[in-house]
């Protein structure tokens, strides 16, 4: 029988505290998911989840970082295999990947509805620039190095791409029909796109 140490025994309380939060965050809201509630479904004490978190916003932050990091994983997963790096199809792929993931209930509930109110509308622009503008950023670049995109300061226009995905996914989450929505706001952020592209010589 395999032994855990104190430190895989920690981190797995923290994982499973993790699991738990994200679970009720996307069923109840942030609101309605009393600390009392994360500690039963995740099995632990009290003690376990202020060890590791100092209060149900910290734990919150934590899980709208994860969140964070899985919709970047999947926006660069599908850009890869849409075409090489700095390609259209690289580009625009990652963009839709982006919007796809923001279908997904616990991005809806926990990224677009109440990140921004629990978090403050600051530190939800500041932890959201530091999982999406590299991302954005390194795709802008590299398309204007191959020559997809006419070459201008890089910086201002991943600022103004991102903000233009993050709209989008608000609109989506507040609309009557999501799907309908991401259908509309996607083929808006691909014509955004397109008035980028160098011109054919």
């Given at each position: 029988?395999?032994?855990?140490?104190?430190?895989?025994?920690?981190?797995?309380?923290?994982?499973?505290?993790?699991?738990?939060?994200?679970d009720?965050?996307?069923?109840?809201?942030?609101?309605?998911?009393?600390?009392?509630?994360?500690?039963?479904?995740?099995?632990?004490?009290?003690?376990?989840?202020?060890h590791?978190?100092?209060?149900?916003?910290?734990?919150?932050?934590?899980?709208?970082?994860?969140?964070a990091?899985e919709?970047?994983?999947?926006?660069?997963?599908?850009?890869?295999a849409?075409?090489?790096?700095?390609?259209?199809?690289?580009?625009?792929?990652?963009?839709?990947?982006?919007?796809?993931?923001c279908?997904e209930?616990?991005?809806?509930?926990?990224v677009?509805?109440?990140?921004?109110?629990?978090?403050?509308?600051?530190?939800w622009?500041?932890?959201?620039?530091?999982?999406?503008?590299?991302?954005?950023?390194?795709?802008?670049?590299?398309?204007?190095?191959?020559?997809?995109?006419?070459k201008q300061?890089?910086?201002?226009?991943a600022?103004m791409?991102?903000?233009?995905?993050n709209?989008?996914?608000?609109?989506?989450?507040?609309?009557?029909?999501?799907?309908?929505?991401?259908?509309e706001v996607?083929?808006?952020?691909?014509?955004?796109?397109?008035?980028l592209?160098?011109?054919?010589?």
């Open positions: 029988m395999e032994v855990k140490t104190k430190a895989e025994r920690s981190e797995a309380t923290r994982d499973a505290l993790l699991r738990a939060a994200r009720l965050f996307t069923e109840r809201g942030y609101a309605e998911t009393p600390t009392e509630e994360i500690v039963r479904r995740a099995g632990v004490t009290r003690g376990a989840l202020y590791h978190f100092e209060d149900k916003t910290d734990v919150f932050a934590a899980v709208f970082k994860d969140l990091c919709m970047g994983d999947k926006a660069r997963a599908a850009a890869m849409a075409g090489p790096t700095g390609s259209w199809a690289h580009l625009i792929e990652g963009c839709r990947a982006f919007l796809d993931a279908l209930p616990s991005v809806q509930r926990i677009l509805q109440d990140a921004p109110s629990v978090l403050g509308w600051e530190r622009r500041k932890l959201d620039a530091e999982h999406g503008f590299g991302l954005v950023r390194k795709a802008l670049e590299v398309a204007m190095e191959s020559g997809v995109l006419d300061p890089v910086d201002p226009l600022h791409v991102l903000g233009a995905l709209e989008a996914a608000l609109a989506m989450v507040r609309a009557d029909d999501v799907h309908r929505a991401r259908a996607g083929a808006a952020i691909e014509r955004l796109l397109e008035g592209k160098t011109a054919p010589a």
